[in-house]
């Protein structure tokens, strides 16, 4: 939303990369950012394989939930503007996904950085390791167990799209609690209805900038940029005291 310098410049990265999968951008974007991100996607269609959708003002969760019916693939992967997926690990993932029905997702290894001046392009800062969830416990509640006591994040791993459909049902009537809603709830609908697999090959970098949510503390690993020490996390989960304990949830945490 209203970053068209990112979003252009992962279309070149894919097209520069020679990715020949499809590409579903849903954007929520004010009418002159929306202007010049669908330019550059009239440019690349020739090189790309892009359905290009305007949702202007819409949420993330209800943008991801709208795009469920444009997808016909029987795997799919979320993005957001400044991640980057590895073609190669992506194919590795599915191959992974056709030969292990018990799972109902799979990523591979994922990494972070810094640019400078937290812009889109410029020198790299600093990088650090992004942790996903690995849980292949055979029994769903044991998985749920063990993604939330030491939680990260399955949304960018490669899903089987019935297990997508299922993640986001009626996702946009709870969109209000953005972190329940948007991330929480699809993390823990993976693992209820597979094991979530993770593979020995790079399959994602994600960039951390101010023009991402608050940096926050979490699980992964901290990253030199100018000389300061920045925690780039995965789950955004820093106040899931305050959270549960608040007025729409103090009921079911006290029963």
């Known amino acids: 939303m209203n970053r068209p310098e990112y979003m252009i410049r992962l279309l070149r990265y894919y097209r520069d ?5 499809r590409i579903c951008i849903g954007d929520s974007s004010d009418a002159p950012q929306a202007r010049q991100t669908h330019e550059a996607v009239s440019e690349l269609q020739g090189d790309l394989d892009i359905e290009y959708q305007r949702y202007p003002g819409v949420n993330g969760v209800e943008c991801v939930h709208r795009l469920l019916g444009l997808i016909t693939t029987p795997y799919a992967a979320f993005a957001s503007d400044d991640d980057f997926f590895v073609p190669s690990a992506l194919e590795a993932c599915i191959e992974f996904l056709e030969t292990h029905p018990g799972y109902s ?6 990494a972070l950085l810094s640019i400078e001046a937290n812009a889109a392009y410029g020198e790299v800062t600093g990088t650090g390791f992004y942790q996903q969830p690995r849980v292949e416990d055979e029994n769903p509640s044991l ?7 030491n939680y990260s994040v399955t949304l960018f791993s490669v899903h ?3 297990t997508w459909r299922k993640m986001y049902q009626e996702a946009p009537e709870i969109g209000e609690w953005k972190r329940f809603g948007g991330e929480l709830l699809q993390c823990s609908r993976t693992v209820l209805q597979g094991k979530v697999g993770e593979l020995d090959c790079l399959s994602l970098v994600r960039q951390i900038h101010d023009h991402r949510n608050a940096v926050q503390t979490g699980p992964n690993r ?6 300061q020490r920045i925690n780039m996390t995965a789950s955004g989960m820093s106040d899931e005291f305050e959270w549960v304990t608040g007025e729409d949830w103090l009921p079911s945490y006290t029963s």
């Open 160 to 162: 089987r799209i019935e």
């Open 105 to 110: 997702a799979a990523h591979g290894l994922a």
């Open 222 to 227: 901290e990253a030199a940029n100018g000389g």
């Open 17 to 21: 990369v020679g990715f020949s999968g």
């Open 143 to 149: 998985r749920l167990k063990n993604l939330l006591g």
